[in-house]
């Protein structure tokens, strides 16, 4: 594997994203690449009592469709990972539990630096005092058991990337639990 050294970066623009310009050594070659700044992030895996997933259903204007997804956004500046999933999983299914971390990845490493950290939602409680849902969003919540959401993910109608990892990673999970019973 070759190593690269970084020659210079310089930002191209400024906002709630911010996009940079670096300029690399890639072997003998000099590089130039956009790369998108951008929060890292949390994403929950939100199981009910019965082991169904807990899913949202918002339209996307990138992909000018509606997606089925797994609760998640932003974390806040000041907000640990886990004060960040507690807080979306309010806003957008309403709910509070117990939170186990599940694993961690780069979404769009080519090209974005956001990190995302995925959570286990268990012993669901109805949130007491619900926050209000963010401005862009209008969601509606969806269930379906992991089987199904399963299925969902490998017939292509759910194609969040996110959603696919952690209901992949879940299903895994659950299955290396039972086998190890």
């Known amino acids: 594997m070759g190593r690269s050294a970084k020659i ?11 996009i940079r310009l670096d ?3 890639l072997g003998n070659k000099i590089i130039e690449k956009e790369i998108v700044e951008h929060s890292d992030s949390v994403g929950i895996v939100a199981l009910d009592n ?4 807990i899913l949202v259903k918002q339209f996307r204007i990138a992909t000018k469709r509606s997606l089925l997804e797994i609760p998640a956004g932003k974390i806040e500046k000041g907000e640990t990972s886990k004060m960040a999933a ?5 806003e957008e299914i309403g709910y509070t539990g117990n939170l186990t971390p599940l694993f961690q990845s780069y979404l769009a490493p080519g090209y974005d630096t956001e990190k995302m950290y995925f959570f286990l939602a268990s012993d669901l409680k109805i949130s007491k005092n619900r926050l209000a849902q963010d401005e862009d969003e209008q969601i509606n919540i969806t269930r379906m058991t992991l089987k199904s959401a399963l299925k969902s993910c490998i ?9 696919v990892a952690a209901v992949m990673m879940t299903v895994h999970l659950k299955d290396g639990l039972k086998k190890s019973s």
Not at 8 to 18: D, F, R, T, V
Not at 86 to 90: I, Q, V, Y
Not at 155 to 163: E, F, V
């Open 50 to 53: 019965k082991e169904n997933i």
């Open 23 to 25: 300029k690399y050594c």
């Open 86 to 90: 507690l807080r979306e999983m309010n």
């Open 8 to 18: 210079s970066s310089s930002k191209l623009y400024s906002g709630k994203i911010s």
């Open 155 to 163: 017939s292509g109608k759910i194609i969040d990337c996110k959603t």
